[in-house]
């Protein structure tokens, strides 16, 4: 532990010499800038990266990487926040309270808590990360295709409790979006599927184009129709980015749970920050006294969804160093840019090369701190977005969101899908289906697929698999506990609202 | 139009049709000089490298390399641009280059035997034996792994087992599960095979874990895990052993060496059909100065990947021997791996 901490300091020195922290600040200014951007980020901005960073040292190429990567998630927050439309998958769930908390005139906090929980919700899963690659090896040999399994059942039962409207309508459309991740070629099946024969859909339905038809092309067209401005408070005494900062201190259990949570979820690989923020903003749903609440601007549920947003990148990077596993779609890059400084992950990046992990620790440090110290100081100037009029806001929204959709891949058919999932998206809102319960659906049903077909090939058809691992079975224990307290729950408010002394005749 | 007075009409016309010839020439030579297809001297523009995969992994890595170091190495001052065309497996990037026009400006990476076996089995875009081979820049070389502690410890282990080995590895049409296959039916090991893995390091942590009994994957990718201890390697597919695993057998020991072919991947670089003989020979030139120059060596060096040069007729007889032996195993794959 102390050549470790000797190392640590060396490489705090390094980061901060010269050019190494100007490849820093140029790494968050394009992580801010790809984040913010609906459909591009960490993904796109690393993709850049890579080929530019040809040459360069890798301890000055981890810098570049992993400020990018700090910055992107924060970058999209902003957007979340003031648009309704998130600037990364992971800040999907940003917009169930942050942009509601914007309506109401209450965008700076928004920012604030944004710029504080996810900056000391990195910090944390950093943190963790340190302290667990001891035992990295003994956690990510835990997990094989049926825990993985089980895992992405949670997910799917999580979201059937806790979709938008009612419980029947988020199964219906879970259900309509597992068929629909099912299009596509499945490599553990070996067949291409409703594909109806063209390349484009070989890849299957893509998730970004979907996540900016839904949310961002979805918003433009409410916006038209029924708000002048996205600030709909009556008052000019609004709420300052202090005040977000101070609200994550005043909540202190919310936070430590949530960064847990998304620590604890990019261990696991293909999860990523949607699922992270998802659960996480789940369990702040259960925990709280006042479930009903939330939706319209609940501070808890914000701060959930971002601690573990930005907290998941410590535990998806676990797997990632120590096994070349990507943790998630931004390591999956990552490792492509490991790979193309020569640095294998396994025993030598923890040993030989754990000056560059912990470079790369490092930078991604200190790209949360400083952007999140940019959103603080920025975020009056920023909040003002909301007071502008939506005519003028709605052509940026929909210039930038197609732009980022077709900078993807080239594919103006991608544009089209954003465009098809935008009027989807309006349908869907209009009779109270849950959009994300749609997104998750996407992401869950090839990770289900496959770990359930996995399981069986490595079983020879065997269904005990499922039952008969020890950590499955903590698994099962957990989400039954997890159904049993949300349908206590709901019974309990159905009781409530039997006995409500209001509900009688006298009344 | 004659000028009517012959005295005058030999020296003004006379100017005029040289100038006229003079314009045609100079219009001419200006053509060629700027145009991909006329008469100046190849390559006039950019060259397009199509790699058809995303930025991980090593067919960006070697694609990127080839980027950086190949203009040196060309005539006339262009660059070779590496550009990731991803997507559908690679049939996008496949496609890009197969349908590109044959001027020598586009080419890119070819990943066989994956195309040959994928080109069996189902219709694509592309021809193999139409594409103008250019090159190889890389032959991987494959290795049999299972854990330290397993209770298959060789080849005869496996191959006398009571109960099916299982063999973790990557999607049905993946290059690294066609050389399994052949290789385990060649071997005649009663194997199950666990499909999906995502990458080599996931298979890696199912042999580990015990969820499976062995992979069989690149060299390069095994090769971190074996010095490491985490992993043993079993069985080499060539005629001798890497340096940093010379007690492994090989193929060639156990009497296999007809699978040293099919058990390798060929990183080639092609263009589209048609391309012109002389502009093969640039590239091809080119593409070996480069995988010859002490810059792309000490840059293989420092990344600890191989580098085993082909010419244009070695990389299309690689294609025609592997489509030859590939072919041999077409009921197999669709038997064993796309059936089910």
């Not at chain 2, 999906?196 to 095994?222: K, Y």
Request: net charge negative; aromatic share 8%; proline share 4%.
């Amino acid at each position: 532990m102390s050549s470790t901490l000797e190392l640590l300091a060396s490489a705090l020195v390094i980061l901060f010499s010269w050019p190494n922290i100007g490849f820093a600040i140029a790494g968050v200014i394009i992580g801010l800038v790809f984040g913010a951007i609906p459909g591009l980020g960490s993904v796109i901005s690393l993709s850049l990266l890579i080929p530019l960073s040809f040459g360069m040292e890798p301890t000055a190429a981890m810098i570049l990487f992993g400020t990018a990567m700090g910055g992107g998630k924060f970058g999209g927050s902003i957007t979340a926040i003031l648009m309704n439309t998130p600037g990364t998958a992971g800040n999907v769930v940003s917009t169930f309270e942050g942009y509601p908390l914007s309506k109401k005139g209450r965008s700076e906090e928004a920012i604030g808590i944004s710029a504080t929980a996810s900056a000391l919700g990195a910090l944390f899963g950093l943190v963790i990360l340190l302290l667990l690659i001891p035992v990295a090896e003994t956690i990510i040999l835990a997990f094989g295709a049926p825990e993985n399994f089980w895992i992405a059942l949670i997910g799917i039962v999580a979201v059937g409790i806790l979709g938008e409207g009612d419980i029947a309508k988020s199964l219906m459309i879970g259900g309509v979006a597992l068929m629909l991740s099912f299009i596509g070629y499945s490599g553990v099946a070996g067949v291409y599927r409703y594909g109806v024969g063209t390349q484009y859909l070989w890849d299957g339905i893509q998730l970004i184009p979907v996540i900016i038809g839904l949310f961002a092309i979805t918003e433009s067209i409410r916006l038209t129709r029924e708000a002048s401005t996205i600030d709909q408070s009556d008052t000019d005494d609004h709420s300052t980015v202090w005040d977000g900062v101070v609200q994550v201190f005043k909540h202190p259990i919310v936070f430590f749970r949530s960064a847990t949570i998304g620590t604890l979820v990019g261990l696991i690989p293909g999860l990523g920050g949607l699922i992270a923020s998802f659960i996480s903003y789940f369990q702040a749903v259960q925990s709280s006294s006042n479930p009903d609440a939330f939706g319209s601007g609940v501070v808890e549920g914000f701060i959930a969804t971002e601690a573990a947003n930005d907290s998941m990148d410590g535990g998806a990077l676990l797997p990632t160093v120590t096994f070349g596993i990507p943790g998630s779609p931004v390591m999956a890059v990552l490792l492509g840019g490991f790979l193309f400084h020569g640095l294998s992950p396994g025993l030598a990046l923890l040993t030989d090369d754990l000056d560059v992990l912990l470079m790369l620790v490092l930078a991604l440090a200190l790209s949360n701190v400083v952007s999140s110290t940019i959103g603080l100081l920025l975020g009056g100037k920023l909040a003002n977005i909301t007071r502008v009029p939506v005519d003028s806001i709605i052509p940026l929204i929909l210039a930038v969101s197609v732009f980022g959709v077709f900078a993807l891949r080239n594919s103006i058919l991608d544009v089209f899908v954003a465009v098809l999932f935008g009027l989807v998206g309006y349908v869907l809102v209009a009779f109270d289906y849950s959009r994300i319960t749609l997104v998750l659906g996407l992401i869950l049903g090839p990770l289900i697929e496959s770990a359930f077909h996995q399981s069986l090939q490595a079983s020879g058809g065997s269904y005990l698999i499922f039952f008969t691992r020890p950590v499955s079975v903590g698994i099962i224990i957990a989400m039954a506990v997890i159904i049993g307290v949300a349908y206590n729950k709901m019974g309990q408010q159905d009781i409530s609202m039997d006995q409500d002394p209001m509900d009688t005749e006298e009344a | 139009m004659h000028d009517s007075d012959d005295n005058n009409w030999m020296p003004s016309n006379r100017r005029r049709f040289l100038k006229q010839v003079g314009a045609v020439g100079v219009g001419a030579t200006l053509a060629g000089c700027s145009g991909g297809g006329g008469g100046g001297e190849y390559p006039q523009e950019d060259i397009r490298y199509i790699i058809p995969y995303g930025p991980g992994g090593s067919f960006n890595l070697y694609g990127q390399a080839l980027g950086e170091f190949m203009p040196n190495h060309l005539p006339n001052d262009v660059d070779v641009v590496a550009e990731n065309v991803e997507g559908a497996g690679g049939r996008r990037g496949a496609n890009e280059v197969y349908q590109s026009d044959p001027d020598g400006y586009t080419i890119g990476t070819w990943n066989v035997p994956g195309w040959i076996v994928t080109s069996l089995i189902e219709d694509t875009e592309f021809d193999l034996s139409k594409v103008s081979w250019v090159g190889r820049y890389r032959e991987g070389i494959y290795g049999l792994v299972t854990a330290p502690d397993s209770e298959y410890s060789s080849i005869e282990d496996m191959q006398q087992s009571d109960s099916e080995v299982r063999f973790v590895t990557f999607g049905r049409s993946a290059t690294g599960t066609l050389v399994m296959v052949v290789a385990t039916q060649a071997m005649e090991i009663d194997a199950r095979y666990i499909f999906g893995s995502n990458s080599s390091s996931e298979g890696f942590r199912d042999v580990i874990s015990g969820d499976a009994d062995a992979m069989i994957t690149s060299l390069t990718a095994i090769r971190e895990w074996v010095q490491d201890d985490r992993l043993e390697l079993n069985l080499v597919f060539d005629d001798e052993a890497p340096d940093w695993a010379s007690d492994t057998p090989t193929a060639a020991d156990l009497g296999y060496e007809s699978l040293n072919q099919a058990a390798t991947i060929q990183h080639l670089v092609g263009g589209p059909p048609e391309l012109p003989d002389d502009r093969v020979s640039i590239l091809e030139q080119a593409l070996l100065d480069t995988l010859d120059s002490d810059e792309m060596q000490s840059w293989a060096e420092e990344n600890e990947v191989p580098i085993t040069p082909g010419d244009s007729q070695e990389a299309a007889d690689t294609v025609s021997s592997m489509r030859e032996t590939f072919g041999e195993y077409e009921d197999v794959f669709r038997e064993e791996v796309f059936s089910e």
